[in-house]
């Protein structure tokens, strides 16, 4: 009985406040508990009850479901360009495709103190405190088929700096003469919706923009040679100024070019329909156990009311 009421308290604590329980005090929840129990119970007592229960309201994970109600409709079509198709048709010689976005807010730490270089048994050594010395953002086309990166920094972003992007790329060789240049970006403020999509057809007669799923950013592969740039060259982010940072990302974006290689995408219309199944899934064991936890706080309260009532009559 003790331990179904300190149980209560914890989850009705987590539902009140809408915060994990490792947010809260664990002295808060013993003081709580004793004055429920009406009896002393230590904090070693009242964690050993939570730490052996099945339900541990303190750990949380972040997840994002599927919000978009036509997700399978607008992934479909990108999964086939990276298949190689267009609308059930292969698709040519001349056609490309093109993923692209921004990586936003990239500063230059300036450190208080210059990084000590590595030695024997001993890392290299990075000041912890630092100066802001502005920030810039990094706009980058993937060139899907051939493994081929364009970018250029601007200092925001928005539809002229990344309309600059799609010139910088569409003015090229092969897409100035392509026979259709696929554009797959997300659907950032810089490029969304039909008015994007109106807007670029009109500067370009063959080009063609399709937004990825709302909370989709993975299915456009220009992401993964962001993650490369991240781990690459801005960490440690340690750089004199905002120029530094520039010459750094063009200098990497033209190593890349020198031998240049597509990602091995592998993420097909078969594995998103089986990723759906399973999101599907976890969509529905979780109102189950929701509604679980439900019942088992109706019994808890139906049980501690019980036990106040027979320590009033015992009274």
């Known amino acids: 009985m003790d331990e179904a009421i300190v149980k209560a308290i914890a989850c009705e604590l987590v539902c009140r406040t809408e915060k994990p329980l490792s947010r809260q005090s664990l002295a808060d929840l013993t003081t709580q508990a004793r004055c429920e129990l009406g009896k002393s119970i230590s904090r070693s007592t009242v964690w050993r009850i939570l730490h052996t229960d099945a339900i541990k309201p303190w750990q949380y994970e972040y997840w994002i479901y599927p919000r978009d109600p036509r997700f399978a409709v607008k992934a479909g079509p990108i999964l086939d360009l990276y298949a190689g198709t ?8 001349t056609d490309c495709i093109i993923s692209a976005d921004e990586k936003t807010s990239i500063q230059a730490r300036v450190r208080c103190h210059p990084t000590l270089g590595p030695a024997p048994g001993r890392r290299r050594r990075v000041e912890f405190e630092y100066d802001r010395g502005g920030a810039l953002q990094y706009l980058a086309a993937w060139d899907v088929r051939r493994g081929i990166v364009m970018g250029r920094c601007e200092p925001s972003t928005g539809i002229e700096p990344f309309g600059r992007l799609v010139a910088q790329v569409m003015s090229c060789k092969p897409y100035r003469s392509a026979k259709r240049v696929f554009w797959v970006v997300d ?15 009109n500067a370009y007669s063959n080009l063609i923009l ?3 799923p709302v909370h989709a ?27 530094d940072v520039e010459r750094r990302l063009l200098l990497y974006q033209e190593l890349s070019n020198q031998n240049p290689r597509p990602f091995e995408w592998t993420f097909d219309r078969e594995k998103l329909s089986e990723f759906l199944q399973r999101v599907e899934a976890r969509r529905i064991a979780a109102n189950q ?15 501690r009311i019980a036990a106040n009532q027979i320590l009033g009559q015992a009274g």
Request: aromatic share 8%.
């Open 210 to 212: 399709l937004h990825t």
């Open 187 to 201: 659907n950032g403020s810089s490029h969304r919706g039909q008015a994007a999509v109106r807007r670029l057809a």
């Open 289 to 303: 156990i929701l509604g679980q936890a439900g019942e088992f706080l109706q019994r808890v309260e139906a049980r």
């Open 86 to 93: 267009w609308q059930g048709k292969p698709l040519g010689r």
């Open 217 to 243: 950013s993975w299915l456009n592969q220009v992401e993964i040679y962001f993650s490369l740039v991240q781990r690459k060259v801005l960490t440690p982010n340690d750089f004199a100024d905002l120029v």
